[in-house]
């Protein structure tokens, strides 16, 4: 369980009381580009099987099946709030599902998909539960089958505005700073690169990578 928290996870909106603002929130905060960007580097075809680890409130699960209505879609997190949210966001629209579970814990088999999106996930992770959500992503992908992150990292410094300065102090944070995320990825086998980073006003900055798995 995480510490001083009730649940063995940490919500999208940080509590359960916040989740009815959290969607206006990630459109105050610009997270539709982001998405969008995300997306973009995906390269999603039609057919492919595309799984979102910590999809929240189906956000970018949405916005990936829009972009190929022939992909199959699945959103995982273990907050059953937010995944009633995204099913209900997800009414009528076939090929997408959401399902409850941990990205450290991934319900599925090996090799089962082309691509595994993440947004804003990673920092919600101690140090251990890190790893294993990498070994496990690793496992369900296919060979040359690629994890594309956003989260908060990379090269932040206090030149990058208040919300950096805050960041850097942050037990959530912290251990997503510098080249902790193409390490991790890298241990577990993938070939990392970072794709591209941009400074963000609310979260300091944001970094993109792609991580594939050998063929």
């Known amino acids: 369980m995480i510490k001083h928290h009730p649940h063995d996870?940490?919500?999208?909106?940080?509590?359960?009381a916040l989740l009815p603002g959290y969607d206006l929130?990630?459109?105050?905060?610009g997270f539709n580009r982001v998405y969008d960007r995300l997306i973009a580097q995906a390269e999603l075809a039609d057919g492919q099987r595309i799984l979102e680890i910590g999809c929240g409130t189906g956000n970018l699960s949405l916005k990936a099946k829009r972009s190929q209505p022939a992909a199959t879609v699945i959103g995982l997190d273990p907050d059953p709030l937010a995944l009633?949210?995204?099913e209900?966001?997800?009414?009528?629209?076939?090929?997408?599902?959401?399902?409850?579970?941990?990205?450290?814990?991934?319900?599925?088999?090996d090799g089962e998909f082309?691509?595994?999106?993440?947004?804003?996930?990673?920092?919600h992770l101690d140090s251990?539960?890190?790893?294993?959500?990498a070994a496990e992503i690793f496992r369900v992908l296919r060979p040359g089958g690629r994890l594309h992150?956003?989260?908060?990292?990379?090269?932040?410094?206090a030149h990058d505005g208040l919300a950096a300065r805050l960041?850097?102090?942050s037990p959530h944070a912290a251990g997503n700073l510098g080249d902790a995320i193409p390490q991790l990825l890298r241990a577990a086998g993938f070939d990392c690169t970072e794709v591209a980073t941009q400074r963000h006003r609310f979260v300091g900055r944001l970094t993109y990578y792609r991580a594939i798995r050998p063929a």
């Open 9 to 16: 996870y940490l919500p999208a909106a940080g509590h359960d």
């Open 25 to 29: 929130l990630t459109r105050l905060f």
């Open 84 to 86: 009633r949210r995204a």
């Open 88 to 109: 209900r966001k997800a009414n009528k629209v076939s090929g997408i599902r959401f399902e409850r579970g941990y990205a450290q814990r991934l319900p599925y088999a």
């Open 114 to 123: 082309d691509r595994v999106l993440s947004s804003m996930m990673l920092h």
């Open 128 to 133: 251990d539960a890190k790893t294993a959500a």
């Open 149 to 157: 992150l956003v989260d908060m990292g990379g090269d932040m410094t």
């Open 167 to 169: 960041v850097r102090h």
